[in-house]
């Protein structure tokens, strides 16, 4: 039987649903130069598992946002869940490199909805500060997935094969399915107008591209996300065939970045009792642009450790960016919640997609060239903020 309605949704099952699509994203990386070996392909058509699954998500945003508005979170996670599971079995027994891509197809669609409707949720639930507040501690959460997900593919593509991460993705689905069929009430607000026909849907969309403030807060997010997607996917080839690491040794390497993320997303939980949400941008912004200059540096520095200890840092500035943007962009027009942080959400993959193929296209043993490409996003991430408004500003 489903929970009573009416009751607030536990962040715990919140965070733990938000966890899929960056697990699902990260758990294969380690894998991608084996998978090239395994199915006879090249490093660039092996990384598209990665800009695929990226593109997906972000267009299946345009669509799920107002799904959510429409028929409800609890329906939509349900619909997610079960797609992701699915897909993600199917690339158990998937043999060639187009078969595994609609099987991340699958697994975008389900990752876009575990991901974007818990935010809608918060927004239904909580008000401004404690929405930051639990925006934060869910950014902390699934930054679990990121630091063990690479892990957890490295060890398990040694042990069994790099087959693992799907299966492993397929039982986590499963599970998380039970859980949310018991514990999650439904939490949207039907306006009393009722939902905007498609027209006006649209009219909104359009304003909302209009509005500098959205822009800003979004944009900021995405380049804020191609920075680490574009490492994710430059790093594998690098370390492997310049260091000589293996996908365990990877593992543990992005584990330790990831740390960053928990530690970066838990200071800012507590420090946005005392700063603004505009504060928090400029602050870890600015942190972002600052690690990707010393990233670039890595190309002379030339040491597996330096390009870590630089992500690490890159991490701990993520936890200011991360939760104030997505915040600050959905609450632009909470009406259409939903849809405001479907397109968010849809600039944040595009652009994150557009970065990975580039760098995939580059990626090798000399770092200078994707590098290069991360450092124009961290560059981009504080110059998106100009976008927006000041207080006492239209």
């Not at 660039?44 to 972000?58: C, G």
């Not at 959510?68 to 349900?78: F, H, I, K, Y």
């Not at 000589?244 to 800012?268: D, K, R």
Request: with cysteine; proline share 6%; aromatic share 10%.
């Amino acid at each position: 039987m489903p929970p009573p309605a009416g009751r607030i949704p536990s962040i715990a099952l919140l965070s733990a649903i938000s966890t899929a699509g960056p697990l699902a994203i990260n758990i294969i990386i380690p894998s991608l130069p084996g998978i090239a070996g395994a199915l006879g392909t090249s490093y660039a058509s092996a990384q598209l598992l990665v800009t695929v699954y990226l593109v997906a998500f972000a267009v299946f945003h345009l669509f799920v946002g107002p799904l959510s508005d429409r028929v409800g979170r609890r329906v939509s996670l349900q619909l997610g869940l079960g797609v992701f599971a699915l897909a993600s079995a199917y690339g158990l027994v998937a043999d060639s490199i187009g078969l595994l891509l609609i099987a991340r197809l699958g697994q975008a669609f389900g990752a876009c909805t575990l991901m974007l409707v818990p935010r809608a949720i918060i927004r239904d639930s909580r008000d401004d500060t404690k929405a930051v507040r639990d925006m934060a501690l869910i950014a902390m959460v699934m930054s679990a997935a990121p630091a063990l997900a690479p892990l957890i593919g490295g060890v398990g593509e040694t042990l069994v094969s790099w087959r693992f991460g799907f299966g492993f993705c397929a039982a986590i689905g499963v599970a998380m399915f039970f859980w949310l069929w018991r514990a999650l009430s439904e939490t949207r607000v039907v306006p009393a107008a009722g939902y905007p026909a498609v027209g006006e849907l649209l009219r909104r969309y359009r304003a909302l591209l209009a509005n500098r403030s959205f822009l800003g807060y979004s944009l900021a997010l995405a380049f804020l996300s191609s920075c680490f997607y574009g490492f994710s996917v430059g790093a594998p080839a690098l370390f492997a065939y310049r260091y000589g690491i293996t996908p365990p040794q990877f593992g543990i390497a992005m584990f330790c970045i990831s740390l960053g993320f928990v530690v970066g997303s838990f200071v800012a939980a507590r420090a946005a009792r005392y700063l603004t949400l505009n504060r928090m941008l400029v602050l870890g912004s600015c942190g972002i642009a600052t690690t990707m200059a010393l990233l670039t540096l890595g190309a002379w520095v030339d040491s597996f450790y330096y390009y870590i200890a630089i992500m690490i840092a890159y991490a701990l500035a993520n936890g200011f960016v991360y939760p104030t943007s997505i915040s600050g962009a959905i609450s632009v027009d909470p009406g259409i919640a939903g849809a405001a942080s479907a397109f968010m959400g849809f600039a944040q993959q595009a652009i994150c997609a557009i970065v990975t193929l580039a760098v995939g296209a580059v990626a090798g043993p000399d770092p200078i060239a994707f590098l290069s490409i991360t450092l124009l996003a961290g560059l981009l991430c504080p110059a998106s903020l100009l976008l927006i408004a000041r207080p006492g500003r239209s």
